[in-house]
Nanobody, 114 residues
Framework: QVQLVESGGGLVQAGGSLRLSCVASGSIFSINTMAWYRQAPGKQRELVARINSAGMTNYADSVKGRFTISRDNAKNTVFLQMNSLKPEDTAVYYC????????WGQGTQVTVSS
C-alpha cells in the first residue's frame, strides 16, 4: 500500500523560507513521478511543481524562481524548497504520486504572514 507522509509546514513571515518533505512507502520510488499541490481556503487545489523519474521538473508560473522541487531516491523522499514566501502562498500543501497511479498525502499547512 502506497503511503505519503508530508512534513515541514509551519508559520513563516513573508520573505522567509520553508522546506517541505514527503516520504513515500509502498512503491518503487525511483520510477515515480512526484508532485506538490496546494489548496488555499475557498480555492481549487492547484499544481505547484512536479518532478519525474529522470529529474525533469515543471512549476506553476506563480512559484517559478522561488520554489525548487527535488528528490532523493535513496531516501524515498521528495522535497519542496520554498524561498521568498508571500502571503498568497498560504495553503495546505499536498504531496502526490502522479505515476504510476495517483496517491495523496494528508497535507501540511503553510502559513505566510505579512
Amino acid at each position: 500500500q502506497v503511503q505519503l507522509v508530508e512534513s515541514g509546514g509551519g508559520l513563516v513571515q513573508a520573505g522567509g523560507s520553508l522546506r517541505l518533505s514527503c516520504v513515500a512507502s509502498g512503491s518503487i520510488f525511483s520510477i515515480n513521478t512526484m508532485a506538490w499541490y496546494r489548496q488555499a481556503p475557498g480555492k481549487q487545489r492547484e499544481l505547484v511543481a512536479r518532478i519525474n523519474s529522470a529529474g525533469m521538473t515543471n512549476y506553476a508560473d506563480s512559484v517559478k524562481g522561488r520554489f525548487t522541487i527535488s528528490r532523493d531516491n535513496a531516501k524515498n523522499t521528495v522535497f519542496l524548497q520554498m524561498n521568498s514566501l508571500k502571503p498568497e502562498d498560504t495553503a495546505v500543501y499536498y504531496c502526490q504520486r502522479t505515476y504510476p497511479g495517483v496517491y495523496w498525502g494528508q497535507g501540511t499547512q503553510v502559513t505566510v504572514s505579512s
